[in-house]
């Protein structure tokens, strides 16, 4: 197994074994999202290049329109001037803005049309730069993951959140620009399943993945000492490797914050296995 696909694995672990333990001591809904936020954005902040920073609130622009708020914004700390950081910034110019990334605790059809709302209200703000990238991250899912793939594709591709994973579907989901190497050519968006691969010993085998045992529709399958959702995929069950849809998530990321439009390093160290997926 490549080595930074087998490190991605042990931090969505861990973010995984913190979101559940503390969502398991509270029952505020709203408190339980922050907290899903917080640590994202925790992980988040250790990947983006120094001169970004992290933080949530409201964007803005000259004209004294705002959008709606923001779980995660991404925000350029070199070039721009900081006009709204006098104190603990919750205002951010449009133009100082990269990234914006929604965070749902469950993706459902409301919820991904209510993440297409906050992206619409940024996209309706007057700014001199691109506007921001938008994003989307869903810890769970209510519905199959051929039903989330058709939420995710509703709409013109202009309409279309630029790049999402369902943590738990193990789905993600691209504009053809931020994962050149994930689409074919003839693709402009693609919808999919990083579903997990059979190994001999710690190497991956292209094209051969794990599946359970026949008429096992357990939530999860033990494999190689951990727990692995297992997830339908168009009437047919697979065990699917969320790890690997969080990594390609990261991967269109920072892409899109990078300012050259080059391939970032994490893109050279991500292998062709590594990025198959079972398209939706």
């Keep these: 197994m490549a080595i930074l696909e087998e490190y991605w694995s042990g931090v969505l672990r ?43 609130g409201l964007l803005i622009d000259s004209q004294g329109n705002y959008s709606k708020q923001i779980d995660i914004v991404v925000y350029d700390n070199s070039e721009e001037p900081a006009l709204m950081a006098q104190t603990n910034q919750v205002l951010f110019p449009v133009e100082n803005v990269r990234l914006c990334i929604e965070v749902k605790t469950t993706a459902d059809k409301a919820e991904i049309e209510d993440a297409g709302a906050k992206m619409a209200s940024v996209r309706d703000l007057d700014s001199r730069n691109r506007h921001p990238y938008f994003a989307l991250v869903g810890y769970r899912a209510s519905t199959t993951a051929r ?103 990261c991967e269109s990321m920072l892409n899109a914050l990078s300012s050259q439009g080059t391939r970032s390093v994490l893109s050279h160290y991500l292998t062709d296995t590594g990025r198959e997926i079972k398209r939706l």
């Design 14 to 56: 861990r973010l995984e074994a913190e979101v559940d333990t503390f969502n398991r001591l509270i029952d505020h809904q709203g408190e339980m999202g922050r907290e899903n936020e917080l640590s994202l954005a925790r992980i988040l902040e250790r990947l983006v290049p120094p001169r970004y920073g992290i933080g949530s």
């Design 147 to 249: 039903t989330i793939a058709a939420h995710l594709r509703s709409g013109d591709l202009a309409e279309r959140i630029d790049f999402a994973c369902i943590l738990q579907l193990g789905v993600f989901a691209s504009k053809a620009d931020l994962a050149p190497a994930v689409v074919d050519d003839e693709e402009d968006h693609v919808v999919g399943v990083t579903l997990l691969h059979d190994r001999q010993g710690r190497e991956r085998i292209s094209g051969a993945f794990v599946t359970p045992p026949e008429n096992d529709h357990s939530p999860d399958l033990l494999y190689d000492g951990h727990r692995y959702p297992i997830v339908d995929v168009s009437g047919e069950y697979f065990v699917c490797e969320p790890s690997r849809a969080l990594l390609l998530f």
